[in-house]
């Protein structure tokens, strides 16, 4: 890597630069109903990424030209804060904020029964407060408990992962440093633990073996994720003791 | 019955519209430098689909962290005359995902020799732009134009410098840094099916698409999922495998 600034290694003895192994995730956070004004809400962490979701719905669709007559339409939102990263975020919509919105809204809308309400509209709207790489993943997993904390009829979880390859060799849950200077970035998202991919966006070269270790890897983790996803809405649903 | 339900139903059947099997290309048609202005330019025609892709070259102070690295930008319209379905104005979010997959197709499989782009480092460097015009959509909008940006690369000339006048020469410094050939092939899943260059109806109908881009050393650069289906883990190395297969015998029209 030609970057200016990049650390010479990403792995030193089999561990990564802030002391992880290679399948480690960095402190995951997860928090369910924290914003009042939302009908649902989540945050999510993987370590200093840190992301909000709030959602609404299925509520009616105005104006009345967007609504589906035969569907519920699924809007999904992602916004970095300016102050989310070390170079000011200019506010607003970017195209690479368009972009992630629209795969995030295409993941969500296939778990949302949006056939079951017809002419409304699902909002999720995922805010990035303090951004360290894997960005879309923790929005992702913030939006999954929203959703599931505004009542939204859902036949299961989104949850994700980004896999990297750093140093030629594959990593779980990618930082910042493995980021900006590492091979490749691949953000997946699964349903409910499964092996079915709802979202998929890889940047960087790797083998076709390589590829194969990394699809692995993430369904592996978007289950630990689903996982810490599920024990923060039961802790907030189920009474204590049961 | 609609039509995508008909589509739906003849896929499940291994059929399509046109006759062809389910990982088959219609005609695939690359012809470069088409364009008189442009410092690069090709014509990509997948059966009725149409693209035009040219290369334009600018001067601009390079990006801090890479003072000595030249840039690249895609952008891929969708114009209404290619399909009564676009409308004008800004790029909506369809366009948008189509310009960002074939720019990380090429970003990321560096493609273009960046540093070759460098004319004084910290001072100045090329910035190449991609414009990918659709003429006509009869689906497959993608591969046909992640095609063309490549072909318009692999035309495209440099252009001589005045760094005191600050000043482009219009004349040819040889030919633009392009050291690889990525294939983006975009895999399209209807029903249980796996199906490849996808008609307009057919691309009505999906469930979901997988757009895999590869390279001449069958390594994998850039991926990315659409469309409200999944994929199962099966699938997706499935698609990997049809990506370099079919990649390989697209790279072979340029």
């Given at each position: 890597m030609s970057k200016a600034g990049a650390p010479e290694k990403l792995i030193i003895d089999g561990k990564r630069l802030d002391g992880r192994k290679l399948d480690e995730f960095r402190k995951i956070e997860a928090d369910v109903g924290m914003l009042k004004s939302s009908q649902g809400s989540g945050s999510f962490a993987f370590g200093d990424t840190k992301a909000v979701a709030g959602a609404f719905g299925p509520r009616t669709m105005h104006p009345r030209r967007l609504q589906n007559p035969k569907k519920t339409v699924v809007r999904c939102k992602y916004f970095m804060a300016p102050y989310s990263t070390e170079d000011r975020i200019r506010p607003g919509h970017s195209r690479r904020g368009t972009e992630i919105s629209k795969v995030i809204t295409e993941a969500f809308t296939n778990v949302i029964f949006v056939e079951d309400f017809p002419k409304s509209v699902v909002d999720v709207f995922i805010e990035i407060v303090q951004a360290s790489a894997s960005t879309r993943?923790?929005?992702?997993?913030?939006?999954?408990?929203?959703?599931?904390?505004?009542?939204?009829?859902?036949?299961?979880?989104?949850?994700?992962?980004?896999?990297?390859?750093?140093?030629?060799?594959?990593?779980?849950?990618?930082?910042?440093?493995?980021?900006?200077?590492?091979?490749?970035?691949?953000?997946?998202?699964?349903?409910?633990?499964?092996?079915?991919?709802?979202?998929?966006?890889?940047?960087?070269?790797?083998?076709?073996?390589?590829?194969?270790?990394?699809?692995?890897?993430?369904?592996?983790?978007?289950?630990?994720?689903?996982?810490?996803?599920?024990?923060?809405?039961?802790?907030?649903?189920?009474?204590e003791g049961n | 019955m609609t039509n995508a339900n008909f589509i739906k139903k003849l896929i499940s059947e291994e059929k399509r519209i046109d006759g062809r099997a389910l990982d088959k290309f219609r005609d695939v048609s690359v012809e470069k430098g088409i364009i008189k202005t442009a410092e690069g330019s090709a014509r990509v025609k997948?059966?009725?689909?149409?693209?035009?892709?040219?290369?334009?070259?600018?001067?601009?102070?390079?990006?801090?962290?890479?003072?000595?690295?030249?840039?690249?930008?895609?952008?891929?319209?969708?114009?209404?005359?290619?399909?009564?379905?676009?409308?004008?104005?800004?790029?909506?979010?369809?366009?948008?995902?189509?310009?960002?997959?074939?720019?990380?197709?090429?970003?990321?499989?560096?493609?273009?020799?960046?540093?070759?782009?460098?004319?004084?480092?910290?001072?100045?460097?090329?910035?190449?732009?991609?414009?990918?015009?659709?003429?006509?959509?009869?689906?497959?909008?993608?591969?046909?134009?992640?095609?063309?940006?490549?072909?318009?690369?692999?035309?495209?000339?440099?252009?001589?410098?005045?760094?005191?006048?600050?000043?482009?020469?219009?004349?040819?410094?040889?030919?633009?840094?392009?050291?690889?050939?990525p294939i983006a092939i975009t895999i399209v899943k209807i029903g249980n099916q796996l199906i490849l260059d996808p008609t307009l109806e057919e691309w009505k109908a999906l469930d979901s698409r997988i757009t895999i881009t590869t390279m001449e050393n069958g390594d994998i650069c850039a991926l990315q999922k659409g469309g409200d289906g999944f994929f199962t883990k099966e699938e997706v190395e499935k698609a990997a495998d049809m990506a370099l297969e079919s990649g390989k015998a697209l790279r072979e029209r340029l």
């Open positions: 993943c923790a929005g992702i997993n913030a939006a999954a408990i929203a959703l599931a904390d505004a009542g939204v009829p859902m036949r299961n979880l989104v949850s994700s992962v980004a896999v990297g390859k750093v140093d030629d060799t594959i990593v779980l849950d990618v930082g910042k440093a493995e980021d900006n200077y590492g091979q490749v970035d691949f953000a997946v998202s699964t349903v409910g633990g499964s092996d079915n991919f709802v979202h998929m966006q890889m940047d960087g070269a790797v083998t076709r073996e390589e590829f194969s270790e990394m699809l692995t890897l993430a369904v592996k983790g978007c289950k630990e994720v689903y996982d810490k996803q599920l024990e923060a809405l039961r802790k907030k649903y189920t009474k | 997948i059966g009725d689909t149409e693209v035009i892709a040219g290369v334009k070259l600018k001067v601009m102070a390079p990006y801090p962290d890479s003072p000595n690295e030249g840039s690249l930008m895609v952008d891929l319209e969708l114009i209404p005359l290619a399909n009564p379905e676009f409308e004008s104005g800004p790029p909506r979010e369809a366009a948008v995902e189509m310009s960002r997959v074939i720019d990380r197709g090429i970003r990321e499989s560096k493609t273009i020799d960046t540093e070759k782009l460098c004319i004084e480092e910290g001072e100045a460097v090329w910035c190449v732009n991609i414009d990918i015009h659709t003429v006509n959509d009869a689906g497959n909008l993608l591969d046909a134009g992640a095609l063309a940006a490549l072909a318009a690369l692999e035309d495209a000339k440099l252009l001589k410098y005045d760094l005191e006048g600050k000043k482009i020469i219009r004349e040819s410094a040889g030919p633009l840094p392009v050291i690889h050939k």
